[in-house]
């Protein structure tokens, strides 16, 4: 009697199968593009960001250079765009007691720069009512308003807290910041009311009443 052969058992193959560069190069290819279609969305977000911080660094530089002024019993100067410096530059200085009843000269405390994008500026369009009502809305760096003149590019602090120009008049005034790149809505203002040294920042609004016609809101 014949016993029947063994049944061979035939194992499956397993074989790898890898991208061919074509396939590579298409899921590259998406991977730019949603990059992209990421940064185009997100671009208006980094460059509000730009003036946010831009506005916040002026802001505490402001309150810190007033702060100082009290605690250290010195008069403290925020220069905006002083000469010999870029633009967009806050040069912090103060006044040394006087000697022999001779001023020393001001000495430099710190300098501070806005990102390259963002300026000490105005926008047409910006209303003709200016924040706290210093000046028109016209000139960027406006300290000097009502009591002391006007278009003054520094503020002075005192020891009392108040804002005086180099004449002694209160140095009430405002300066703006803009990115020219944006609308005029995402601009931000700042005020130094001379009397008290209070410091304001304000941002821009448009009227359910009269949609074309903006107006500056405090933050």
Same mark, same amino acid.
């Given at each position: 009697?014949?016993?029947?052969?063994?049944?061979?058992?035939?194992?499956?193959?397993?074989?790898?199968?890898?991208?061919?560069?074509?396939?590579?190069?298409?899921?590259?290819?998406? @991977?730019?593009?949603?990059?992209?279609?990421? &940064? /185009?969305?997100?671009?208006?977000?980094l460059?509000?960001?730009?003036? !946010?911080?831009?506005?916040? #660094?002026?802001?505490?530089? %402001?309150?810190? #250079?007033?702060?100082?002024?009290?605690?250290?019993?010195?008069? $403290? *100067?925020?220069?905006?765009?002083?000469? @010999?410096?870029?633009?967009?530059?806050?040069?912090?200085?103060?006044?040394?007691?006087?000697?022999? =009843?001779?001023?020393?000269?001001?000495?430099?405390v710190?300098? *501070?720069?806005?990102?390259?994008?963002?300026? &000490?500026?105005?926008?047409?369009?910006?209303?003709?009512?200016?924040?706290?009502?210093?000046?028109?809305?016209? /000139?960027?760096? !406006?300290?000097?308003? +009502? %009591? @002391?003149?006007?278009?003054?590019? *520094?503020?002075? &602090? %005192?020891? !009392?807290?108040?804002?005086? !120009?180099? %004449?002694?008049? $209160?140095?009430?005034? /405002?300066v *703006?910041?803009?990115?020219?790149?944006?609308?005029? $809505?995402?601009?931000?203002?700042?005020?130094?009311?001379?009397?008290? =040294?209070?410091?304001?920042?304000?941002?821009?609004?448009?009227?359910?009443?009269?949609?074309?016609?903006?107006?500056?809101?405090? +933050?």
């Amino acid at each position: 009697m014949r016993h029947p052969l063994p049944r061979k058992h035939h194992m499956p193959l397993n074989r790898q199968r890898g991208f061919s560069l074509l396939e590579m190069l298409a899921v590259v290819a998406i @991977g730019f593009i949603l990059a992209g279609m990421t &940064f /185009v969305a997100m671009l208006p977000i980094l460059n509000r960001s730009h003036v !946010d911080n831009a506005y916040e #660094t002026t802001m505490a530089v %402001l309150r810190d #250079t007033r702060h100082l002024a009290i605690t250290q019993s010195h008069q $403290y *100067y925020v220069n905006f765009n002083p000469t @010999g410096f870029p633009a967009g530059t806050m040069q912090v200085t103060y006044q040394p007691a006087a000697v022999g =009843g001779v001023l020393p000269p001001v000495q430099q405390v710190n300098t *501070y720069t806005l990102p390259t994008d963002i300026s &000490f500026a105005v926008v047409a369009g910006f209303p003709t009512t200016a924040p706290d009502g210093f000046g028109t809305g016209i /000139v960027a760096i !406006d300290f000097g308003q +009502q %009591l @002391g003149g006007g278009s003054l590019n *520094y503020v002075s &602090f %005192l020891p !009392d807290g108040s804002s005086q !120009d180099s %004449l002694g008049n $209160y140095n009430n005034g /405002v300066v *703006y910041l803009t990115r020219p790149a944006d609308t005029m $809505y995402s601009s931000r203002a700042i005020t130094v009311w001379g009397a008290t =040294g209070r410091i304001r920042g304000w941002r821009l609004i448009t009227q359910a009443s009269a949609p074309t016609t903006p107006i500056w809101i405090q +933050q």
